[in-house]
């Protein structure tokens, strides 16, 4: 069994950064995606971004241009560094990993980010 620890949430002021960290428990077979998820109380769960096992990135439109999303294969670590912060950005943050070849979904417990002055 797969497990994800993520790491690098917390409070911080609109307009600042914060970097997450998302860490598997040992490598996945398979090609697969990895992904950053977030849900706001009262809110359905939302990708915030993706990027697959090649590079290539999904990313939502409202953080477009103010989120990046990268992966370091060789640490099984996807990571997100989330710029301009909003107050609309305070969610939960969730990793997630999923697996193309038996649609298999791991998670993360959740890390809670706050946007707030």
């Known amino acids: 069994q797969v497990q994800l620890v993520e790491s690098g949430g917390g409070l911080v002021q609109p307009g600042g950064s914060l970097r997450l960290s998302c860490a598997a428990s040992?490598?996945?077979?398979?090609?697969?995606?990895m992904g950053w998820y977030r849900q706001a109380p009262g809110k359905e769960r939302e990708l915030v971004a993706a990027i697959a096992s090649g590079g290539a990135t999904n990313i939502a439109d409202s953080v477009k241009g103010r989120f990046a999303i990268s992966r370091d294969n060789a640490k099984n670590t996807v990571y997100l560094q989330m710029n301009s912060l909003k107050p609309e950005d305070t969610a939960v943050y969730y990793c997630?990993?999923?697996?193309?070849?038996?649609?298999?979904?791991?998670w993360g417990q959740g890390t809670q980010v706050t946007v707030s002055s």
């Open positions: 997630n990993i999923h697996r193309y070849f038996d649609n298999s979904d791991y």
């Open positions: 040992r490598s996945i077979f398979g090609a697969n995606t």
